[in-house]
């Protein structure tokens, strides 16, 4: 598997990021609109106070029977005061002042309007001919802590959305590509000798031109398959006929003939006839092996063809092979023709290269496992390298045309398979050893 990423998966993510990140950018708008309209609130405040304080703090100065001096409003009962106010004359004298409020906060002379110091919001505003000032100062801490909660107020909600928008985006998202998924799962299950049309009718729209476009792949494959089957059927017959002809009349020939130097040049025909029906017969065996035709569209047990092919080496070569079966069937989707070839070749090989002394060992267990033993001198591993070649053979007297492995090696990876070659064998010291495992065919 690659290390690309999902469609579904990247539609989820990047939805559910484009939500959060509208629903922040939306909090964040808000949380400056609320600032704005809040601050409008506080100041109106701050002057409302400043403008109905002013004309009882004038009344209650003017009436007074002792001076001028400075007098402290008295608190009907303890309470933090966000609103505190100090009343001046020009001159900056201190003529009334809320019970809680600071003259350190305000500046050293009285002013109009509004202004700012690193703590306080204030107002000012004057009377009697700008003789008497009041200043109502406002803790900015006190706004930063109302629009902090307004804030989180507007956030709050995110904290349940957020989830559900998450699990929406997904649902949607799977509910929408659903047929897709179903669409990439019915091509991945599929085994490679399954050449059947894909299911793409309730496709997405975007999606049915790859489903046609799949189908049509597949319809000229099989074409081209069986198109390259038949020839090599075909040619098979159309081959080993004639051969098989001529390979008769040299035959009847050689019992006409009187002169012992014919005979021999006649039994020379003969071989050759014999070995170009042999290596046509390899050329057509490896024709079809590289022809695609290793995977069947169905399993298939495998231990009865195995136990067929070695009974019928036995009639050849009695006592030569030893065959251990598995107790159980061996189900897998090579092809049955093309397993038999591919046994076959491997116990021909086995047999032809083998030592004559010792016998083929052909076994298979129960997960699938096939091995085909024999013994003999040690393949050097850089000819080792070189069997699953065309026409390689090792340093051997034994005929033979060099394509048996070849043809086995490219049923195996026809399949999806991979032949294994050792020399010494697994648990010897000397021999040969052909090994693959024919259930993990697809």
């Not at 703590?119 to 100062?137: K, L, N, P």
């Not at 003969?270 to 290793?294: C, D, F, H, V």
């Not at 340093?395 to 020399?423: E, F, M, N, P, V």
Request: charged share 20%; hydrophobic share 45%.
């Amino acid at each position: 598997m690659t290390n690309r990423t999902s469609l579904q998966k990247n539609l989820g993510i990047g939805l559910t990021l484009g939500v959060i990140l509208l629903w922040l950018l939306g909090v964040i708008a808000s949380g400056l609109v609320a600032q704005h309209e809040m601050n409008e609130v506080f100041d109106s405040a701050l002057e409302e106070t400043a403008q109905r304080i002013l004309p009882l703090a004038v009344t209650d100065i003017l009436n007074r029977e002792t001076g001028t001096g400075n007098q402290r409003a008295p608190a009907m009962k303890d309470h933090d005061e966000y609103l505190t106010y100090l009343v001046r004359d020009d001159q900056g004298n201190l003529l009334l002042q809320s019970h809680d409020a600071d003259p350190r906060v305000f500046g050293t002379l009285p002013g109009e309007g509004f202004s700012n110091t690193s703590t306080h919001r204030i107002y000012g505003a004057s009377a009697v001919s700008d003789t008497i000032y009041i200043e109502v100062a406002e803790p900015l801490a006190h706004r930063r802590e109302a629009a902090l909660e307004a804030g989180l107020a507007l956030l709050m909600p995110l904290i349940f959305l957020i989830p559900v928008s998450l699990l929406g985006v997904w649902w949607m998202v799977r509910l929408s590509l659903r047929k897709v998924v179903e669409f990439q799962q019915s091509i991945e299950s599929r085994g490679a000798g399954d050449l059947s049309p894909v299911a793409g009718d309730r496709l997405p729209k975007e999606f049915e031109p790859i489903a046609v476009a799949v189908n049509r792949l597949l319809e000229r494959l099989h074409r081209a398959l069986e198109a390259e089957r038949s020839f090599t059927a075909n040619s098979a017959h159309e081959l080993r006929t004639p051969l098989a002809t001529a390979l008769a009349k040299v035959q009847r020939l050689k019992t006409q003939v009187q002169s012992d130097q014919l005979k021999n040049n006649v039994a020379e025909i003969e071989e050759a006839l014999r070995s170009l029906s042999m290596l046509s017969g390899k050329l057509l065996e490896l024709a079809k092996a590289e022809g695609g035709g290793a995977i069947s569209q169905s399993r298939h047990n495998l231990v009865p063809i195995l136990a067929m092919i070695v009974a019928d080496f036995e009639g050849q070569v009695p006592g030569r092979i030893i065959l251990n079966l598995p107790e159980s069937e061996v189900n897998s989707f090579l092809d049955p023709d093309a397993f038999a070839i591919l046994v076959r070749n491997l116990i021909e090989n086995a047999l032809r290269h083998g030592s004559h002394k010792q016998p083929v060992e052909v076994s298979m267990v129960n997960d699938g496992t096939l091995r085909v033993c024999n013994g003999g001198n040690i393949v050097p591993p850089e000819q080792l390298a070189l069997l699953r070649n065309r026409f390689a053979r090792s340093k051997t007297d034994a005929a033979g045309s060099g394509l048996g492995l070849a043809i086995a090696d490219a049923i195996a990876t026809g399949a999806g398979l991979t032949l294994h070659l050792r020399s010494p064998a697994t648990g010897r010291q000397d021999g040969f050893e052909a090994e693959l495992n024919v259930a993990g065919a697809r």
